[in-house]
């Protein structure tokens, strides 16, 4: 048996006593979505590896450690998709999408590759579904999202669900939030890694995100960006907070909430639940009004969500 072949580490196989589970799931989630009005798409399984560089942001853990990466034949430089936004962006803009119609929703759901450390939950290969909703700038379509997300783990049955939320504000906003977040890190840099030494000067909000148990204790006394959002921010992101509230969507305001990725801006938010234990986000996404104009499309503001198939079915 020594000489037999073995799934790699990090990916399972579903056997047919579970697949049907799957099947399932996965059907219920095409209804759900289409009954909200979106539309499907399906982006391919690598692509070229500057979109991730410049979409996801060279200071994350997904770029700097976890993407699958070669150089093929062509000396075309390729990445297994470690996450699915900046995929749908691209052939959003690559298809002219914008030109067709004002808005467009779509959802997708599909396999990503990340070189994580294996866990319960969270494999080196694994699903992900979730929705991009383009052309809104308004607060109804952050709440649309978002209870979107909500409504589905709820019409599961999905007990004890929290959703976080936070505004991260405009890069206007931004600006002054990290200069002030500069200097609070530079003041307490002997408490800190030596991968958060380097993100102060990249990208400092990426530190809000540490799961190191004492870097987590001087986060708790960092500036908070609501001090320093400007009164379109401030504007936007209450009438966010009003909106759930009439609907009946219970929220929890986390200053600190950053989410892991460079894109976002304004609303970010995490759907969390008591009942998987420490691996307790079912899912997360936000506003990220700047990435198709960075990926080289027009001013074009976006929403969206991402959640992992795997957790669902735990």
């Given at each position: 048996m020594?000489?037999?072949?073995?799934?790699?580490?990090?990916?399972?196989?579903?056997?047919?006593?579970?697949?049907?589970?799957?099947q399932?799931?996965?059907?219920?989630?095409?209804?759900?979505?289409?009954k909200?009005?979106?539309?499907?798409?399906?982006?391919?399984?690598?692509?070229?590896?500057?979109?991730?560089?410049?979409?996801?942001?060279?200071?994350?853990?997904?770029?700097?450690?976890?993407?699958?990466?070669?150089?093929?034949?062509?000396?075309?430089?390729?990445?297994?998709?470690?996450?699915?936004?900046?995929?749908?962006?691209?052939?959003?803009i690559?298809?002219?999408?914008?030109?067709q119609?004002?808005?467009?929703?779509?959802?997708y759901?599909?396999?990503?590759?990340?070189?994580?450390?294996?866990?319960?939950?969270?494999?080196?290969?694994?699903?992900?579904f979730?929705?991009?909703?383009?052309?809104?700038?308004?607060?109804?379509?952050?709440?649309?999202?978002?209870?979107?997300?909500?409504?589905?783990?709820?019409?599961?049955?999905?007990?004890?669900?929290?959703?976080?939320?936070?505004?991260?504000?405009?890069?206007?906003?931004?600006?002054?939030?990290?200069?002030?977040?500069q200097?609070?890190?530079?003041?307490?840099?002997?408490q800190l890694?030596?991968?958060?030494?380097?993100?102060?000067?990249?990208?400092?909000?990426?530190?809000?995100?540490?799961?190191?148990?004492?870097?987590?204790?001087?986060?708790?006394?960092?500036?908070?960006?609501?001090?320093?959002?400007?009164?379109?921010?401030?504007?936007?992101?209450?009438?966010?907070?009003?909106?759930?509230?009439?609907?009946?969507?219970?929220?929890?305001?986390?200053?600190?909430?950053?989410?892991?990725?460079?894109?976002?801006s304004?609303?970010?938010?995490?759907?969390?639940?008591?009942?998987?234990?420490?691996?307790?986000?079912?899912?997360?996404?936000?506003?990220?009004?700047?990435?198709?104009?960075?990926?080289?499309?027009?001013?074009?503001?976006?929403m969206?969500?991402?959640?992992?198939?795997?957790?669902?079915?735990?």
């Amino acid at each position: 048996m020594s000489n037999t072949f073995r799934n790699l580490k990090g990916t399972k196989d579903v056997l047919p006593n579970e697949s049907y589970r799957w099947q399932y799931l996965e059907n219920y989630i095409h209804n759900f979505f289409m009954k909200y009005g979106y539309q499907e798409i399906r982006t391919p399984s690598f692509e070229n590896s500057e979109l991730f560089l410049r979409s996801i942001g060279k200071e994350t853990d997904i770029v700097s450690k976890e993407m699958y990466s070669w150089i093929d034949q062509g000396n075309n430089n390729l990445t297994l998709r470690p996450e699915l936004t900046a995929p749908v962006v691209r052939s959003f803009i690559q298809h002219q999408l914008g030109k067709q119609n004002k808005c467009h929703k779509l959802y997708y759901l599909g396999s990503l590759y990340r070189r994580e450390r294996p866990q319960k939950g969270r494999l080196r290969q694994f699903k992900q579904f979730g929705i991009e909703a383009f052309g809104s700038e308004f607060p109804e379509q952050d709440v649309e999202v978002i209870s979107m997300a909500f409504l589905l783990y709820d019409s599961l049955n999905i007990k004890d669900l929290t959703i976080k939320i936070n505004s991260i504000g405009s890069k206007e906003s931004r600006l002054e939030y990290t200069k002030e977040l500069q200097k609070y890190f530079k003041a307490h840099i002997k408490q800190l890694t030596d991968i958060s030494k380097r993100r102060i000067e990249e990208n400092p909000l990426r530190i809000l995100d540490t799961k190191i148990d004492f870097e987590i204790d001087l986060v708790k006394n960092a500036p908070k960006i609501c001090d320093f959002l400007n009164s379109q921010d401030k504007e936007h992101f209450n009438r966010v907070l009003e909106l759930l509230k009439s609907l009946k969507i219970p929220y929890q305001v986390d200053d600190y909430l950053v989410r892991g990725l460079d894109y976002y801006s304004k609303t970010v938010f995490e759907i969390q639940t008591n009942s998987l234990g420490s691996q307790n986000a079912l899912c997360g996404g936000g506003r990220y009004d700047y990435l198709v104009e960075e990926l080289g499309g027009n001013n074009m503001p976006a929403m969206g969500f991402a959640a992992g198939l795997e957790r669902l079915l735990m």
